[in-house]
């Protein structure tokens, strides 16, 4: 049974910082692209930050760069989010996502996510 499960979340002041944790399980988490998505109320799903399957390659969305870091641990089937300087508009749902493409279809799992609220 595959399952992500996100941790960490919070309500944090701006400025401040938060580590979001995903925990995965059910498949063979080293093969898999990571994702941190976003959904801020009343908007759709935004992407943030994605890391590759070795760790040697991560790419941000413009909204977060210099501010997040994704890092994963293989060994032990994590996937992290540090946050930092955190801001109002960072208030949202976050999601981990774990996708493959496997020849003509690509294996696509979700977390049920976690709340951030960065508010005074």
């Known amino acids: 049974q595959v399952q992500l499960v996100e941790s960490g979340g919070g309500l944090v002041q701006p400025g401040g910082s938060l580590r979001l944790s995903c925990a995965a399980s059910?498949?063979?988490?080293?093969?898999?692209?990571l994702y941190w998505v976003r959904q801020a109320p009343g908007k759709g799903l935004e992407w943030v930050a994605v890391?590759?399957?070795?760790?040697?390659?991560?790419y941000y969305a413009d909204s977060v760069k210099g501010r997040f870091t994704i890092s994963r641990d293989n060994a032990n089937n994590k996937l992290y989010l540090q946050m930092n300087s955190l801001k109002s508009e960072d208030t949202a749902v976050y999601y981990c996502?774990?996708?493959?493409?496997?020849?003509?279809?690509?294996?696509?799992?979700w977390g049920q996510g976690t709340q951030v609220t960065v508010s005074s």
């Open positions: 059910g498949f063979t988490f080293r093969r898999y692209w």
């Open positions: 890391i590759n399957t070795g760790s040697s390659g991560t």
């Open positions: 996502n774990a996708r493959r493409p496997y020849f003509n279809t690509v294996f696509d799992y």
